[in-house]
């Protein structure tokens, strides 16, 4: 069975650990430029000088925030989508599913890390290097899968995969009220043809990833904004 909840961080009871669970909600809920350390301190029933003993400074409090969820997230996810009964085919076609399982907890308030980002001068690249790493441990992830399921070019359903996501996170974020249907609104998960990782008689297939409505084959990607979020129908090279 599926953990909605699986994915938020776990903290103890230490003074460190009541400030790291005030910050995480708050940055998470409210914004890291919105919530200031008085409120954090508050929240966490702790003085601001254990604030300063712990962490050492407010920048430094949300790095530690942004570790601790993205830790969560990126175990929780990688267990939900190795759930699916099947081969690594099976597994990439449950990543959208399990986007639809985050979007409807109660604690969905986007991406920490591109939020983050959002919210950093553009100018730091401390941010995005953060949120970068936390995506390279889902990319990994989705790129054994791909090569697994005997893609042609892994690397390219990869990133067309997370393009996908991140897509589907911000649309999730914009429009609360259709976040279940961004989920299916990008076809209910990663959707493989069935010539998939396989070469047929004579010319071979150039089979498409369709994340909305009939697989296409086309010679070129092409992106195109569907009914409720992002569609990608996306040329699969032969595999061997």
Known sequence: MSDASGFEPRFGATPRDKLLEAASTLFCRDGINATGVDRIVEAAGTAKTTLYKCFGSKEKL?????????????????????RSRGGARRKLERIFKVLEIWFAAPRFYGCPFINAVGEATKTDDRMRAMALAHKTVILDEIRRLAREAGAADPEGLTHQAAMLIDGAIVEGLLDPARRGAVGRGVGGGLRLPPGFGRRTAGRPRMPAITVQGSAVPVRQPRISIARWGLQLNAKLPKST
Request: no cysteine.
């Open 62 to 82: 949300v790095e530690a925030v942004l570790e601790a969820e993205g830790e969560a997230w990126r175990t929780w996810f990688v267990a939900e989508v190795n």
